[in-house]
Nanobody, 123 residues
Framework: QLVESGGGLVQIGASLRLSCAASGRTFSTAVMGWFRQVPGKEREFVAT????????SYADSVKGRFTISRDNAKNTMYLQMNSLKPEDTAVYYCAADFGGYLVTRTASDYDSWGQGTQVTVST
């Protein structure tokens, strides 16, 4: 089970940190990722991190502003979001690819998903 938290309503330029708490399976065996979705659009890749945290990959739209990380001892993944823009407004989902070896940007590679947390950046 994956549970996101940390979303909210913020102003342009603000920061938020999302968390994704995992339970029920061995967290350190999963490649983890963050995706986001706005109504009427497909789910969009945001960032991914390898099992031990040594490899990360970001969408161009968030590179330099967002940082993905994980703490395997706490079974938790994070997304630090800085310099937020209105176009970052979306429901953010965490995802796990249990048994995966390589970071991936493809939503269908992930087999477990959280319920999502809303992030709204006001103008």
């Amino acid at each position: 089970q994956l549970v996101e938290s940390g979303g909210g309503l913020v102003q342009i330029g603000a920061s938020l940190r999302l968390s994704c708490a995992a339970s029920g399976r061995t967290f350190s065996t999963a490649v983890m990722g963050w995706f986001r979705q706005v109504p009427g659009k497909e789910r969009e890749f945001v960032a991914t991190v390898s099992r031990m945290g040594g490899t990360t990959s970001y969408a161009d739209s968030v590179k330099g502003r967002f940082t993905i990380s994980r703490d395997n001892a706490k079974n938790t993944m994070y997304l630090q979001m800085n310099s937020l823009k209105p176009e970052d407004t979306a429901v953010y989902y965490c995802a796990a690819d249990f048994g995966g070896y390589l970071v991936t940007r493809t939503a269908s590679d992930y087999d477990s998903w959280g319920q999502g947390t809303q992030v709204t950046v006001s103008t």
